[in-house]
């Protein structure tokens, strides 16, 4: 199969294209109007350099420096410390995927044109990505304001040859002898290239684009794994029909009752709730509202996506080179709009967790399962069930709602007072990553405990989405109902699953494209 190729123009890029560089490799290519643009921009550049007036970025310091003068014999020399200098980063790597992301944007707004950076510095960017090689970025280092600076400059001391990096092979190795071995030659900065590099949001909103990719995966996953619970709790889907939805019209509400509704058609489980010893009026807010809760997430999502778009649309630098030529400071770098939606999901994720978990907490509760065996056990008593498995998904949820508390609140001025008010949206990227790996345990334990509640209701038929989703978790080695075993291989099994998408891919040949 031919690896897919992506065009850099000078309008920006697409959340598929990001995603496909980052975790899939995609190659990188310049189009020719972006060669052109980069090369007008440029010469915009030097006549200004030549200039005796000094210009920000191009002739001057930076920051609270930024009233030096620099001559001509010390420029190319203050490229260099730019970039040496604000490499200081501390703590563990950050995820190969995030880096390619952070490269590939960056080198987007470069194709803009609105930068400065010559061609030929464009094309080793791209010359990079497409040998594999990404340089060492650590976790701390960026205020997300004036751009992600340090992951930022992390990755331009990799183009200069100098600093670590990860070889194609996943051996890190001193950037200068991966570019060698690939026949890449660093590159040597002039003006504005050094600051060029490094004064963008691309870490926070690479980080956005491939959470928004995850979550839209988690989110019909929890429409799956909500509806397999009701089914295993008895409960009613018509509180899911379409009329009642239509009359309080949030789109996300609607899409995932809608879903909800399309899983358990069929099911022979569902509309107990007011038949046998204890008939409820009612169930419980956790089924019942599952569809409200879900429902404003994917609203979230969606204005996530907004954002999203405005950012990959945007050429974020400081300063700018304009159409008409002058070059112009701007606060465009401030990461705040990027920063507020990464909070935005961290919030909403928790919440979804924190509705799944008790719902899993309902099903192992002998009086409240309406009818289920206490934790789901074989022999109760002698087995314990899943009753720890819902304590670790009880210790994910909690941490998620930490995570919850916003970064964006926090502000930390820093270059003496004149970066006096920042947005902290790389910390919240960083948070909200862990956070989408606890929900995909969290609804991996859900759905665990939902498929063994399903499969104890004896002489009642599961809807055929559920059969189908049932089938294919245990086709993934994830065994049924029995007595005690080591239960973690289970739990793992289960997260794969969950988070390779194959839930979501087991019912939809029975549901049709879930919303």
Same mark, same amino acid.
């Given at each position: ?16 294209? @990001? ?16 060669? %052109? ?50 490499? /200081?980063?501390? =703590? ?8 390619? %992301?952070?490269?590939?944007?960056? *080198?987007?707004?470069?194709?803009? !044109? ?14 990079? *990505?497409? &040998? !594999?090689?990404?340089? @060492? ?33 996943? @051996? ?5 002898? *991966? ?13 504005? #290239?050094?600051? /060029? ?24 996953? %929890?429409?799956?794994?909500? %509806? ?14 379409? #009329? ?17 509704? &399309?899983?358990?058609? =069929? ?8 038949? =046998? ?12 509202? &599952?569809?409200?809760?879900? =429902? ?65 907490? +309902? ?7 309406? !009818? ?24 994910? @949820? ?26 902290? !949206? ?19 334990? #859900? ?7 399903? #499969? ?45 998408? +194959? ?13």
């Amino acid at each position: 199969m031919d690896m897919q190729t992506v065009v850099l123009g000078t309008s920006g890029t697409t959340p598929q294209d @990001v995603v496909a560089v980052a975790r899939h490799g995609a190659r990188v290519e310049l189009s020719s109007d972006a060669v %052109a643009a980069l090369a007008a921009a440029r010469a915009t550049v030097d006549a200004l350099a030549a200039k005796p007036e000094p210009v920000y970025g191009v002739s001057t310091g930076f920051g609270a420096l930024a009233t030096r003068h620099i001559g001509h014999e010390l420029r190319a020399q203050l490229q260099r410390n730019i970039v040496r200098s604000h490499a /200081a980063g501390m =703590g563990p790597r950050v995820e190969r995927e995030v880096v390619r %992301a952070l490269m590939f944007l960056r *080198l987007k707004t470069v194709a803009s !044109g609105h930068t400065g950076v010559r061609p030929e510095v464009a094309q080793t960017m791209a010359d990079v *990505l497409n &040998a !594999g090689i990404t340089p @060492v970025v650590h976790e701390y280092g960026s205020l997300g304001c004036s751009g992600d600076l340090a992951p930022l400059s992390h990755c331009a001391l990799a183009l200069m040859g100098e600093g670590d990096a990860e070889g194609p092979d996943g @051996v890190v190795a001193p950037a200068g002898e *991966l570019l060698a071995a690939a026949g890449i030659a660093p590159v040597a900065l002039k003006e504005k #290239e050094g600051l /060029a590099l490094l004064n963008g949001t691309d870490g926070m909103l690479g980080m956005l684009i491939m959470a928004l990719a995850d979550l839209d995966t988690l989110y019909k996953s %929890a429409d799956v794994t909500a %509806a397999l619970s009701l089914e295993a709790l008895l409960g009613t889907d018509k509180v899911l029909e379409p #009329e009642l939805h239509a009359i309080r019209p949030h789109p996300g509400q609607a899409a995932s009752a809608a879903n909800m509704l &399309a899983v358990l058609k =069929g099911s022979e489980l569902t509309g107990h709730y007011q038949s =046998g010893e204890a008939p409820r009026v009612q169930d419980a807010y956790s089924v019942r509202c &599952a569809p409200q809760v879900a =429902g404003a997430g994917r609203d979230t999502l969606a204005h996530a996506r907004m954002v999203a778009q405005y950012e990959l649309a945007a050429a974020v630098d400081n300063p700018v080179v304009l159409a008409n030529g002058e070059v112009r400071s701007n606060g465009n770098f401030h990461g705040a709009p990027v920063a507020y939606v990464l909070d935005f999901l961290a919030i909403a994720a928790a919440d979804l967790a924190s509705i799944a978990e008790r719902r899993t907490d +309902r099903l192992l509760d002998k009086n409240r399962s309406h !009818g289920l065996p206490p934790f789901l056990a074989d022999d109760a008593g002698v087995d314990s069930g899943l009753m720890i498995a819902q304590y670790t998904q009880a210790a994910l @949820v909690s941490e998620m709602k930490r995570l919850a508390v916003p970064a964006s609140v926090d502000s930390i001025p820093s270059s003496a007072m004149q970066e006096d008010h920042v947005s902290m !949206g790389w910390s919240a990227a960083r948070k909200l990553r862990t956070t989408i790996d606890n929900l995909t345990r969290v609804l991996a334990v #859900e759905l665990y405990a939902a498929t063994r509640g399903i #499969e104890l209701r004896h002489g009642l038929s599961p809807a055929p989405a559920s059969a189908a989703a049932i089938a294919a978790l245990r086709a993934a080695g994830v065994e049924g109902p029995g007595p005690d075993r080591f239960l973690a291989p289970d739990l793992a099994a289960t997260d794969a699953f969950v988070r390779a998408g +194959r839930l979501v891919a087991a019912v939809e040949p029975v549901t049709g494209p879930l919303a």
